[in-house]
């Protein structure tokens, strides 16, 4: 069992950054391949990135890529989405993710989400 909280969401102009933390309780957190969703007002909710159990590979919706960055620490039980250059269209509810298999792309194959956290993008 994994638990998810997030946090370091907020309001920011466009063109801005924020980087959003995901804290894990456990001690298997690194067993885990990780992701980030997001969900806008009236829309589904839809893949941000994706890392795998080590850091080595990273996986990234065509939206975002090249602006944000997926990463973990496991000794800190963390994962993070430094997110540049921020778009109004950015503004979401961000969810972090834990899967035990299946796919980085569906949120259906995550296992367990954490509460999320907001960001505003302000043009």
């Known amino acids: 069992q994994v638990q998810l909280a997030e946090s370091g969401g907020g309001l920011v102009q466009a063109g801005g950054s924020l980087r959003l933390s995901c804290a894990a309780s456990?001690?298997?957190?690194?067993?885990?391949?990780m992701g980030w969703f997001r969900q806008a007002p009236g829309k589904e909710r839809e893949f941000v990135a994706g890392?795998?159990?080590?850091?080595?590979?990273?996986y990234y919706a065509d939206s975002v890529k090249g602006r944000f960055t997926i990463s973990r620490d496991n000794a800190k039980n963390t994962v993070y989405l430094q997110m540049n250059s921020l778009k109004p269209e950015d503004t979401a509810f961000y969810y972090c993710?834990?899967?035990?298999?299946?796919?980085?792309?569906?949120?259906?194959?995550?296992?367990?989400w954490g509460q999320g956290t907001q960001v505003t993008v302000s043009s």
């Open positions: 993710a834990a899967r035990v298999g299946g796919s980085y792309y569906y949120d259906s194959q995550y296992d367990y």
């Open positions: 456990g001690r298997t957190f690194s067993g885990y391949p």
């Open positions: 890392i795998n159990q080590s850091g080595g590979s990273r």
